[in-house]
Nanobody, 123 residues
Framework: EVQLMESGGGLVQAGGSLRLSCAAS????????IGWFRRAPGKEREEVSCIGCNDGKTYYADSVKGRFTISSDYAKNTVYLEMNSLKPEDTAVYFC????????????????WGQGTLVTVSS
């Protein structure tokens, strides 16, 4: 059974940092595209970053470029999102999602989703 579990969310002051983890089970992350999404109160879900999705490389939304870094530890089957210089507008529930690389190439959709972890940035 494919499962994704996020952790690492919490409350942080503006300018601070957090590292989110997405632990995968039931598949190996090097065969999958893994994305990080967020949903802020009253807003649409936004794709923040992904790894393996951009011709095998990484993608960052303009809103986080230069502040967030996605990485993967294949030995631990875990994908991380390092978030620095956090702003109050980064407050959201963060989700990771996974899709088999071959399928993602054609659909650009994610089948598997975690439950989310809440990040709150205070001003």
């Amino acid at each position: 059974e494919v499962q994704l579990m996020e952790s690492g969310g919490g409350l942080v002051q503006a300018g601070g940092s957090l590292r989110l983890s997405c632990a995968a089970s039931g598949f190996t992350t090097d065969d999958y595209v893994i994305g990080w999404f967020r949903r802020a109160p009253g807003k649409e879900r936004e794709e923040v970053s992904c790894i393996g999705c951009n011709d095998g490389k990484t993608y960052y939304a303009d809103s986080v470029k230069g502040r967030f870094t996605i990485s993967s530890d294949y030995a631990k089957n875990t994908v991380y999102l390092e978030m620095n210089s956090l702003k109050p507008e980064d407050t959201a529930v963060y989700f990771c999602a996974g899709e088999e690389s071959g399928s993602y190439y054609y659909t650009r959709l994610f089948t598997y989703w975690g439950q989310g972890t809440l990040v709150t940035v205070s001003s």
